[in-house]
């Protein structure tokens, strides 16, 4: 089976406290590997690694059985990261715009779109269920909305692999499911692997294949099948947190 | 032809004035939507003590303040990487020492009423040696600015993510400050180096208003600009006055009648404009 992401005796360390500590991970392709821990415990960092945001300290990563250092074919990834709550509500760019411009690697001297490339941007659209918002500003869409413009943002490239930092922070449960059939579909449909950081373990869990749980900088990865829930958290104040006493390393 | 069009000055300061109405909105829309207005002031006191040098040392004013002026850009993109969280302090460091040296050399020439023209714009100024530097830079900075127009728009929206998509963000960085500093330093003969500021911001602040993508505010800003500029322009002549101040207020005016406009529609309840 190739290998989309492999990690080998990662470190990261911020401020001298190791936030990810010999840190083990293959993402195979196919795979829909849900990424989950408490708060603090590295999810992002792990993501912002893959993308060469962050540099570890230590450690081998492979993705697409390059290493990172030499890595260049980015357009095979699509990151979405937690933009919607940085977005800037109030700037003038319409749908079309905003997915266009990740075509810029694609685009020839002039970097302006071609015929072909709008022809693309209906089709992502199309796929993520926002083609009749093509024309309208990014501003005035919803919270979910403006999260499936992303994700056919991070298509048009026609990536491999998709990254997601806890998408749907803050979205109504509703919208939320919505947006998982679409990653799903994403995944079953056209074969693209997903990496997905996520708050809500009871959802993610039932669209993952794998389930990679972070705790004390260790990553904990088990096959989704034999992932039992309840042996892992329990809930405290309404979230879901990690219980200590029950950590296991299983051998996928 | 209309009579303000008879005039050789007048016909190389409409020439000028256009280009300039073309660019300055242009780098506008970047500079706004990265909430960066500030540079535009910055560069623009900065210019102005490559004036005040120029006639000091009696060079050619605005060769002077194409070099001082590009020199403080490339200094404020290393100081805005190095203290990220302080931008904007860093900016006003390098606007109060422009303006402390402008105002050290001025007092130093012996030219120093020249130096009046150069701070409000002025058409008589403008001569045969301004067209053949000006018109080929603005049309490098226009051709600059198609060329990369999507790595602007990316980087505007969002510089992290326009990196990952391969955009050269460091590259684009670069070249806008670049073409920043030029058109400044090319607008102080007709606009002034103290109002060129306002023209780079109001057409995008009064565009940015009724637009419904980028293209639009671009568009717009430069529609706005254009009118400014060409209505300034023939005010000033008829009555006499600083043409860079008629250009302003001639924006001033579009800016309030937009917002006036949208006031009235959302009481009226009117739908926003709607095409793509």
């Known amino acids: 089976m190739e290998e989309v992401i492999q990690i080998d005796g990662l470190n990261f360390k911020y401020s001298e406290k190791f936030i990810l500590k010999e840190l083990d991970l293959a993402v195979e392709k196919g795979d829909f590997v849900a990424l989950i821990g408490n708060n603090g415990s590295g999810k992002s960092t792990l993501l912002k690694i893959l993308v060469r945001e962050l540099i570890p300290d230590r450690g081998k990563i492979k993705l697409f059985g390059t290493l990172i250092e030499h890595f260049d074919k980015w357009v095979k990834i699509g990151y979405i990261a937690q933009t919607v709550r940085e977005f800037n509500k109030s700037f003038p760019a319409t749908v079309r715009e905003i997915i266009g411009a990740n075509l810029y690697n694609k685009m020839g001297f002039i970097k302006l779109l071609r015929p072909e490339q709008e022809d693309k941007i209906e089709e992502v659209l199309e796929w993520v269920g926002m083609l009749k918002f093509k024309n309208t500003s990014i501003g005035s869409l919803s919270g979910g909305q403006q999260q499936r413009v992303l994700l056919a943002r991070a298509l048009i490239t026609d990536p491999e692999l998709i990254l997601l930092d806890e998408p749907l922070t803050g979205l109504d449960a509703r919208v939320q499911e919505e947006f998982y059939h679409l990653i799903n579909r994403l995944n079953q449909d056209l074969g693209i692997s997903i990496v997905m950081v996520s708050h809500d373990i009871h959802l993610v869990s039932n669209q993952a294949n794998k389930i990679a749980c972070l705790d004390g900088g260790r990553l904990f990865l088990h096959s989704a099948d034999e992932f039992d829930f309840n042996s892992y958290f329990k809930s405290i104040n309404g979230e879901s947190k990690l219980i200590p006493e029950y950590r296991r390393r299983v051998v996928y | ?276």
């Not at chain 2, 623009?44 to 000091?56: E, W």
């Not at chain 2, 004013?61 to 302090?89: F, H, T, W």
């Open chain 2, 1 to 276: 032809m209309p009579e303000f069009l008879t005039y050789n000055f007048m016909q190389r300061a409409f020439i000028i004035g256009n280009i300039i109405a073309l660019i300055a909105p242009l780098i506008g829309v970047f500079l706004i939507l990265r909430r960066l207005a500030l540079i535009g002031n910055t560069i623009s006191h900065v210019a102005l003590a490559g004036i005040a040098l120029g006639l000091f040392l009696g060079i050619y004013p605005v060769y002077m303040a194409i070099l001082v002026s590009v020199v403080a850009a490339l200094g404020i993109e290393k100081l805005r990487n190095s203290y990220q969280d302080y931008a904007e302090l860093s900016l006003s460091v390098i606007l109060a020492s422009g303006l402390g040296l402008a105002t050290i050399l001025i007092s130093l020439s012996s030219n120093s009423s020249g130096i009046m023209s150069y701070l409000f714009g002025s058409i008589t100024l403008v001569n045969r040696q301004d067209i053949y530097l000006i018109v080929p830079l603005g049309i490098v900075i226009v051709s600059l600015l198609v060329k990369y127009y999507y790595g602007f728009f990316y980087i505007s929206f969002n510089e992290r993510e326009a990196r990952l998509a391969g955009v050269p963000v460091s590259l684009l960085n670069f070249i806008f400050m670049f073409i920043i500093s030029i058109t400044i330093s090319i607008s102080v003969r007709v606009i002034g180096a103290l109002l060129i500021a306002s023209l780079i911001s109001l057409p995008v602040a009064a565009a940015i208003q009724i637009a419904r993508s980028f293209k639009q505010t671009i568009i717009f800003s430069i529609i706005i600009a254009l009118i400014s500029v060409n209505t300034g322009l023939i005010v000033s002549f008829y009555c006499n006055l600083a043409p860079g101040g008629t250009i302003i207020l001639t924006n001033v005016v579009w800016l309030l009648f937009i917002l006036l406009y949208k006031g009235i529609n959302k009481k009226t309840g009117r739908k926003r404009w709607n095409y793509g």
